[in-house]
Nanobody, 124 residues
Framework: EVQLVESGGGLVQPGESLRLSCAAS????????MSWVRQAPGKGLEWVSA????????SYTHSVKGRFTISRDNEKNTLSLQMNSLKPEDTGVYLC?????????????????WGQGTQVTVSS
């Protein structure tokens, strides 16, 4: 059974940091590109960041560049997202997802596997 389990969300104040994790099982993690996608309250899914299967390439949506860092550990089958200088507009449910080809990171409707998500709330 394929599982993607996110953790690390919470309530923080603007300017603070959080580190999200995603534990993968049930598929060959090292052969899939991975993404973080978020959904703000009342809005649709927004792609945030992606990383190639071997970790050699990463991409970020413009609004998080310089603040977020995606990484993966293929030995431990885990994906991470370090989020610094958080802003209220970063609030939402953050989901990790697996898909086949790194360059297709914007085709989120075609992703293969999804986690359930972890809530991130940035508020003073």
């Amino acid at each position: 059974e394929v599982q993607l389990v996110e953790s690390g969300g919470g309530l923080v104040q603007p300017g603070e940091s959080l580190r999200l994790s995603c534990a993968a099982s049930g598929f060959v993690f090292s052969t899939f590109a991975m993404s973080w996608v978020r959904q703000a309250p009342g809005k649709g899914l927004e792609w945030v960041s992606a990383i190639k299967d071997d970790g050699s390439m990463t991409s970020y949506t413009h609004s998080v560049k310089g603040r977020f860092t995606i990484s993966r550990d293929n030995e431990k089958n885990t994906l991470s997202l370090q989020m610094n200088s958080l802003k209220p507009e970063d609030t939402g449910v953050y989901l990790c997802a697996a898909y086949s080809y790194y360059s297709d990171y914007r085709l989120i409707r075609e992703y293969d596997y999804w986690g359930q998500g972890t809530q991130v709330t940035v508020s003073s």
